[in-house]
């Protein structure tokens, strides 16, 4: 049989936009796949009794990424319909077997699932879900090339093979000849190839998706009514180290906004009514007097509890990517975050003088940001790319600079983390109780910081002891 020209193939797609049923399938996909993107992609969020479900970006969307995203949902609502029509062709004829080719639809589901994963893993950096691929940053344009091209060859091969009217195992072909054994030897394991890769892909959305809808608890510890024995007998209150790790109070420090706030307002980094915008429709919290009158300029402690955790993260996150500092500078993710808005103010990048280091404070902080780790990731604090990162980032250098020392900064960056990732600390605490009856005020803070806790690959050691000796 001759190959068939693409030319043809078009032809018979377009043909089958005759019927008006493929048309509303079209525009039914089209729909669902335009909202599965756009939500992927950060351009909407889904109320919720308790807030909002959905994730916020760093940046502007590009018109790259309208493209990407307008492309993929064409092309997957195409395979769709061409694919349901193939399914009524072949009912139609009363015929047994798939009605493409595993090749052909296993690299259309790949391409369909991909943008969704891209959008999560890639383009939703620094929200509430935090991505943990940081190193493929550099290659997220052509990871994205990619995903256009499996997508593009999977509406190729579908098309392909409901033109050709061929299916695997049964009786719609086009002529008598069959498949050389050679050649269907080799069809058979492209195809098992990429059936594996479209359920790596799969399980990857799923376990992403399973952090959206489920994702961590920290009210969840329970364990024989709220304690934890021991093999030497111990009992531990899981209640009371939860409430040692993230204190219904909170945290209040020494540290001192200062001026900075007013600095970053008057600079037009910090826009109140915008920050008061996210909080609100974002979060569902509104703007607290206190919370206010800091935007406003007046002075006071910095202080971390489950009340102001987001606002605190949205300022500090301000302040560390706005102002000139070799840290920022020396980041292995400088080149990325160019003209990085958060959409609290003015897009930019260590674009300005809000708080200048001694050279003594500046040794100390970076020390510090290279030593503290964050849990969504491997990265330090010297390397910020998400939210918390460049947070921390922020709270070092102010503790740096007003004369904190290097064991006080990591105690700090602690209890601001133990509210940002809950579950990692309080189940360290219990780790350090059970493990070395340490009880979490006796910690080296440092330690915890360090990569060995506060990293995700470090963190699934403590929650994997946890899981298999106490269930939890």
């Given at each position: 049989m001759k190959e068939s020209s693409i030319y043809n193939i078009v032809a018979n797609v377009i043909l089958i936009f005759k019927e008006r049923i493929n048309f509303?399938?079209?525009?039914?996909?089209?729909?669902?796949?335009?909202g599965l993107y756009g939500f992927f992609y950060g351009l909407f969020t889904i109320p919720m009794p308790e807030g909002v479900l959905g994730f916020y970006r760093m940046t502007p969307i590009s018109s790259f990424e309208?493209?990407?995203?307008?492309?993929?949902?064409?092309v997957s609502a195409l395979i769709i319909t061409v694919t349901i029509h193939a399914m009524k062709l072949k009912v139609k004829a009363g015929t047994k077997g798939k009605t493409a080719t595993a090749a052909g639809l296993t690299t259309g589901i790949f391409g369909a699932v991909c943008p969704a994963c891209l959008g999560i893993n890639f383009l939703a950096f620094g929200n509430v879900f935090t991505a943990q691929l940081a190193?493929?940053?550099?290659?997220?344009?052509?990871?994205?090339?990619?995903?256009?091209?499996?997508?593009?060859?999977?509406?190729?091969?579908?098309?392909?093979?409901?033109?050709?009217?061929?299916?695997?195992?049964?009786?719609?072909?086009?002529?008598?000849?069959?498949?050389?054994?050679?050649?269907?030897?080799?069809?058979?394991?492209?195809?098992?190839?990429?059936?594996?890769?479209?359920?790596?892909?799969?399980s990857l959305f799923a376990y992403q998706l399973f952090t959206v809808f489920a994702g961590p608890s920290n009210t969840n510890f329970g364990s024989q009514n709220g304690f934890i024995t021991t093999d030497s007998g111990e009992k531990i209150d899981i209640n009371k180290v939860i409430k040692t790790v993230t204190p219904e109070a909170g945290f209040e420090t020494s540290v001192r906004w200062g001026g900075i706030v007013a600095k970053m307002v008057r600079a037009g980094v910090l826009d109140p009514a915008k920050l008061e915008n996210i909080l609100k429709n974002r979060y569902g919290q509104e703007m607290k007097p206190q919370w206010r009158a800091i935007l406003n300029g007046q002075d006071a402690n910095l202080s971390i509890n489950n009340d102001n955790a987001v606002f605190m993260m949205y300022v500090l996150w301000t302040f560390a990517k706005h102002n000139e500092n070799q840290i920022l500078t020396d980041s292995p993710f400088s080149k990325y975050f160019t003209n990085y808005d958060i959409g609290v103010g003015r897009a930019g990048y260590g674009d300005t003088s809000l708080l200048t280091l001694s050279s003594k404070e500046q040794v100390l902080a970076k020390k510090v940001a290279e030593n503290a780790y964050r849990p969504c990731c491997g990265n330090s604090t010297a390397a910020p790319d998400c939210s918390h990162g460049y947070s921390a980032l922020g709270l070092v250098q102010l503790m740096a600079s007003q004369g904190f020392s290097e064991k006080e900064i990591?105690?700090?960056?602690?209890?601001?983390?133990?509210?940002?990732?809950?579950?990692?600390?309080?189940?360290?605490?219990?780790?350090?109780?059970?493990?070395?009856?340490?009880?979490?005020?006796?910690?080296?803070?440092?330690?915890?910081?360090s990569k060995k806790y506060s990293t995700l690959q470090g963190s699934y050691t403590v929650k994997n002891y946890l899981k298999n000796n106490y269930g939890i």
């Open positions: 509303l399938i079209f525009f039914i996909a089209l729909g669902f796949f335009l309208f493209f990407y995203m307008a492309f993929s949902a064409f190193f493929l940053i550099p290659w997220i344009f052509w990871i994205q090339v990619g995903g256009l091209v499996f997508l593009s060859l999977g509406l190729y091969l579908v098309a392909k093979s409901l033109y050709e009217k061929k299916c695997i195992s049964c009786s719609m072909k086009i002529s008598n000849e069959e498949f050389s054994p050679k050649r269907k030897e080799k069809n058979n394991v492209l195809d098992k190839k990429l059936i594996v890769i479209v359920i790596l892909v799969v990591f105690k700090t960056f602690v209890e601001f983390n133990s509210f940002w990732f809950p579950e990692t600390y309080i189940k360290d605490a219990l780790y350090f109780k059970i493990t070395k009856g340490e009880d979490w005020k006796d910690v080296d803070k440092s330690l915890i910081a």
